[in-house]
């Protein structure tokens, strides 16, 4: 790769970007690839507890965080849990949550929905799993003086973030469960956030359990969730 020019617009520095692209029949094949292999990703509730290098970790984080945000603000933080007493605080307190829902914070048409899935208010993997990472979304920025800065889009960025942050442990021969255990806000308390941090998603990560089984689910097919104008 050639080393970027710079300019500055208005002030600001630019760099020259190159990016790669291919015969339209390599971007078919490369595109076609892509989707088959996107499509043998599926949430996992059983987890191993084999355990993965904290390397590999940092190397999903990074993944992540290349993720577009509102004004590049990144309004985003992962909390890696891998200390025992803190994920079996974390599997309390979510099952607390949990077993209140199942009982009585759940509408029937959703309990109905989710059947197809055979969850329950237990959540053994929050203690199986080798690593939680525990997604936070930042409503605004702190600055060292206790300023406030604002945050753009942030449901929308950590979103985005989370959606590659998927991919990137896919990639890396991991499995995923997005968890969300309702409400969250023990999770401010237990990892000890700050004000301008609210909970977004608990994701355990790490190997499937030897025997695993998924709900044998149907994807929409192209027409139905899309419009051509
Ligand atoms: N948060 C609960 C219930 C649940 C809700 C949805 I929407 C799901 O797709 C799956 C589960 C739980 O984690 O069990």
Redesign the pocket.
């Known amino acids: 790769m050639n080393t970027p020019h710079t300019r500055l617009i208005d002030g600001h520095p630019f760099i020259s970007y190159s990016h790669e692209s291919y015969p339209e029949d390599e971007m078919l094949q490369r595109s076609k690839d892509f989707y088959s292999w996107m499509n043998t990703r599926r949430t996992v509730r059983d987890f191993s507890s084999r355990p993965i290098p904290k390397e590999v970790i940092e190397n999903i984080l990074l993944a992540a965080s290349t993720a577009p945000s509102g004004a590049h603000k990144q309004p985003w933080t992962f909390c890696v849990v891998s200390d025992t007493a803190l994920k079996t605080e974390i599997r309390k307190a979510a099952e607390k949550e ?1 077993q209140e ?1 199942y009982a009585s914070r ?1 509408s029937e048409e ?1 309990l109905e929905d ?1 059947k197809p ?1 055979q ?3 237990q ?1 053994p993997f929050l203690e199986i799993a080798p690593y939680l990472i525990v997604v936070f979304k930042k409503a605004y920025d702190l600055l060292p003086d206790g300023r406030k800065r604002n945050n753009y889009y942030v449901n929308e960025s950590v979103g985005l973030a989370c959606g590659f942050l998927l991919t990137a442990i896919h990639h890396a021969g991991l499995v995923a469960l997005t ?4 409400p969250m806000n023990f999770l401010t308390t237990i990892l000890k956030r700050p004000e301008n941090e609210r909970p977004f998603l608990l994701i355990p990560v790490g190997y499937p359990h030897e025997e695993t089984f998924v709900p044998k689910l149907e994807r929409k097919s192209l027409h139905q969730f899309t419009c051509y104008y």
Do not use: G, V, Y
């Open positions: 949990e829902s759940m959703w989710i899935l969850t329950d208010w959540k968890h969300t255990p309702s």
